[in-house]
């Protein structure tokens, strides 16, 4: 090793090389308090692990994130053509792909431009020194004297030059990316910063094959699973296979594992006629009853739990002082999918006791060990190569319909197994966005300052990603020989966003951990949607209580000075906004993970007289996201974080019977479409001089918390309990 | 179903499959020039009919102005859906019909965007009327 070969040379659509690159990075360490360079560089600090130069003078840029809607792709090209003075069309992008792209876990947590394009930054900085001093070397003349532009390195006075390709001879830039890596001044910058048309977008409105739902292979089959009904649900004997083969021609296999169904056919369509032929006619003894019928709230209460401190200071217990005004309430939110518009989707090879996969997976090398320890491989047989799906928004079905595909094509050797879910797959089997329940008690002065918060909240997970692990795959608990679910320790997720950033001297935040009915995973934001919405929330009531306004009340308790601008820059933007009759305007703030993007957002709520339908008519937003470097890309991020959040805050909830999930399509779990969607405006505070911050998942705590706060507003009833639906609305009973 | 068809044996996989309900919109053609969803019709009931898919919509490099407007206005984000928006906002504008933002909104309803970029989607709509 290094070792290179080419896989599937001829495919027709396709042609996928890849080498191995040998011996796995370390296990991750601790960064380096003293090492600048990005974690995901450190992690693997080879130059050549992040970029190429090819013959042509073209750079290769390799990421280990996936395209996941985000603009990665274009983000980080931006980084490599401005480090290297090059055209940003002379930049091609790899995307994370076992044994070729650097490792980098998964593409989550916002964190795609914090690591992975700085480190490409790096990395061409790196490239940059190189190919100088080569050019140095060659020509005789300083370092200092030469200028590196469009692939070339030449004299100052243009006479003498070498292109990248002459430079390098074949060879690549070898070493690590050093510690004293100069960076390009951003005084100079000519392309970041600058709005760039995503290099994918022309692709898809001519709707070239990008995503994995539209990959071909030669010799492909089809194949569809039919999992159980509900959460335990387990296969009973008497299903006829031969029947279902019989009656439905073009079935090639019918695989059944436990109770792990599944039929594989000689088309697509062949596939789903034998899904409708058999799901009629599987019989499934129910597995526990899910508590349904029941407040949700009150049965995450219920559950056992573990406790753990999240941020105590001062004391939150005492009597109350002279004057002092004590607030209690609950808030709640409920369980809600990923929804994404194509079910998720994967293709299986089993060739030659290699496994390969094609997959939308948010981290390629955690499935790749996953799903080698589900079908009993060492890892070096199985490659995961990423290939854009549809908008995740977190941890969705990616990753099981990945293993599901590896079960199936190990069941069919040599034939590439495409499997994509049904919609309702997807709605009734994706992890879900944990359920959140809010206990809060705050404290006001006589002077109206916050001296007290005591937050008690209770959560299933927020992050059970397969990590490398067999038991999170969907399949693994189907099988006659189950892989036994191993609950995550930590409470991954859960406590993000639940310590305020305001100025409170007593606090306590206590997180209980629960295992709730249904399987739940990362969804945008992870627990910072329920804390956002809780806290702040709970600030605007106290605002209200202690007789304040809400932007003066939130900046009295505020010394963050980037958390000031937003909130001022958002006032701004609508101070000459006038609510109508019925309407109301609500104003919440947070910093995403207190350590990432800044986001204001005021929401301008019009509730219905009569039938209390709250519509939300206009939400307006302050950013701030450090050094940004693609304004469209943020301002995209932004526009569409605050509207699905708004669709989260009046219309979705997971709803559930004793057996099963009862959101199966778009009409029993809809979500905003065009003719509800607010209008929006973003307002971008751009920090040249500070680290770019992930700022994807930023607008949707805050939101949920304006909306809140608008319909109270407009209508004299505060909703505590997400979704906010015309039911929750009836006006309050006023007292004669 | 036509989408079947056209995803499968003609190899056009830009109609998206996304709910096989008519529920989202992203498997959006035309059928003798009007809007219609391909999940829920037969491929044999389309005989005879000329069918366009986002495959058919540019001229080579050109692009139609409707594509043209989305990439302009950055009218997506992860772009699964975009072909069905393409398609329906295609059919929306082709009677010339100057539509204000409302109107657009509710002839749009039928297609779902999941990453929300329904602001940017009606700003290229409200671009390619103009044309």
């Given at each position: 090793m290094p070792t290179r070969r080419t896989f599937l040379k001829d495919s027709g659509r396709l042609t996928i090389a890849f080498c191995l690159l040998g011996a796995l990075p370390a296990a991750a360490e601790a960064p380096a308090a003293d090492d600048p360079r990005p974690g995901s560089l450190q992690d693997n600090p080879r130059l050549n692990a992040w970029l190429e130069v090819l013959a042509d003078g073209r750079v290769r840029v390799l990421t280990g994130k996936l395209e996941l809607g985000q603009g990665i792709t274009t983000a980080v090209a931006q980084m490599a053509a401005e480090e290297l003075n090059t055209p940003l069309r002379q930049v091609e992008v790899l995307l994370a792909e076992t044994g070729r792209t650097p490792d980098e876990r998964y593409t989550a947590g916002s964190a795609s431009i914090e690591q992975s394009a700085l480190s490409v930054r790096w990395a061409a900085a790196a490239a940059r020194q190189q190919l100088v001093q080569l050019a140095a070397n060659r020509l005789r003349v300083p370092a200092a004297q030469l200028v590196l532009a469009d692939g070339t390195v030449r004299t100052a006075d243009g006479r003498r030059q070498l292109t990248f390709a002459e430079l390098l001879g074949g060879r690549q830039l070898t070493g690590e990316v050093p510690l004293d890596t100069r960076l390009k001044p951003?005084?100079?910058?000519?392309?970041?910063?600058q709005p760039r048309p995503r290099a994918d977008i022309e692709r898809m409105v001519r709707a070239e094959p990008v995503y994995v739902q539209d990959l071909r292979l030669p010799g492909m089959v089809h194949a569809r699973v039919l999992h159980p009904p509900g959460p335990g649900a387990r296969l009973q004997p008497g299903f006829d296979a031969e029947a279902l083969r019989r009656a439905v021609p073009g079935v090639l296999q019918v695989v059944v594992d436990g109770s792990f169904v599944a039929v594989i056919a000689d088309s697509e369509w062949a596939a789903i006629r034998a899904y409708d032929w058999a799901k009629p006619r599987l019989r499934w003894a129910a597995g526990p009853a899910l508590p349904a019928g029941k407040p949700l709230a009150e049965v995450l209460r219920s559950l056992p739990a573990q406790t753990e401190e999240v941020a105590r200071q001062g004391a939150v217990d005492g009597a109350p002082a002279a004057g002092e005004k004590t607030f209690r309430a609950t808030y709640f939110k409920p369980y809600l999918m990923h929804g994404s518009i194509g079910p998720s989707c994967a293709l299986a090879l089993f060739d030659k006791d290699q496994l390969h996969l094609w997959t939308h997976s948010q981290g390629v090398y955690p499935l790749r060990a996953s799903v080698a320890k589900l079908l009993g491989l060492p890892e070096d047989r199985v490659h995961a190569k990423g290939v854009p799906g549809a908008g995740c928004y977190g941890h969705n079905g990616a990753d099981d319909v990945a293993a599901e595909a590896a079960l199936l094509a190990r069941a069919l050797p040599g034939r590439p197994v495409r499997l994509q879910w049904m919609r309702d797959d997807e709605h009734r089997h994706e992890p879900y966005g944990s359920a959140m329940l809010f206990d809060l008690q705050a404290r006001l002065d006589a002077r109206g300052r916050l001296t007290h918060w005591h937050m008690e909240l209770w959560s299933d997970t927020h992050s059970s990603r397969p990590a490398g692990q067999p038991?999170?795959?969907?399949p693994a608990q189907l099988l006659a020989r189950p892989v036994a679910y191993q609950r995550n320790e930590l409470s991954g997720g859960t406590s993000r966003n639940s310590e305020p950033l305001y100025q409170i001297p007593n606090l306590l935040i206590r997180t209980h951990s629960v295992q709730g009915p249904l399987r739940v995973s990362a969804l945008r934001s992870l627990g910072a949607f329920g804390n956002v919405f809780a806290l702040e929330s709970g600030v605007d009531e106290l605002a209200q209580l202690a007789g304040q306004d809400p932007y003066e009340f939130r900046l009295a308790h505020l010394t963050d000075e980037r958390a000031r601008a937003v909130i001022k820059e958002v006032r701004r933007l609508t101070q000459r906004v006038h609510p109508g009759p019925h309407e109301g305007l609500g104003l919440a703030f947070a910093q995403y993970k207190n350590k990432a993007a800044y986001l204001a957002v005021v929401a301008r709520v019009y509730v219905e007289p009569e039938q209390r339908v709250p519509h939300v008519r206009q939400l307006w937003a302050a950013i701030d996201a450090g050094e940004v470097i693609n304004p469209d890309g943020l301002r995209n991020q932004t526009e569409g974080g605050l509207i699905q959040a708004a669709s989260w805050t009046l219309l979705e909830q997971v709803r559930f019977d004793e057996q099963q999930v009862r959101c199966h399509d778009w009409e029993t779990y809809p979500i905003y479409r065009f003719d509800e969607a607010p209008r929006v405006e973003v307002s971008i505070l751009n920090r040249p001089d500070q680290p770019p911050l992930g700022a994807g998942e930023a607008a949707q705590g805050p939101t949920a918390a304006a909306i809140a706060s608008a319909v109270q507003r407009a209508c004299g009833v505060r909703v505590r309990e997400l979704p906010i639906r015309p039911e929750k609305l009836a006006p309050p009973i006023t007292e004669t | 179903m036509l989408l079947d068809a056209l995803r499968e044996q003609l190899h056009l996989t830009g109609t998206k499959k996304g709910c096989?309900?008519?529920?989202?919109?992203?498997c959006t053609v035309h059928i003798d020039g009007q809007s219609a969803l391909s999940c829920l019709t037969l491929a044999v009931m389309s005989e005879g009919r000329a069918i366009t898919t986002i495959e058919g919509l540019a001229r080579g490099e050109e692009l139609h102005p409707v594509q043209e407007a989305f990439v302009k206005h950055d009218a997506f984000q992860c772009g699964y859906c975009t072909p069905g928006q393409i398609m329906a906002a295609t059919a929306l504008v082709q009677d010339r019909q100057q539509r204000s933002a409302a109107e657009i909104r509710e002839a749009m309803s039928g297609n779902l965007c999941r990453c929300a970029a329904y602001a940017n989607i009606i700003a290229a709509i409200q671009e390619a009327q103009r044309a």
């Open positions: 951003k005084s100079e910058y000519q392309v970041v910063g038991d999170k795959l969907l | 096989d309900h008519g529920q989202c919109g992203a």
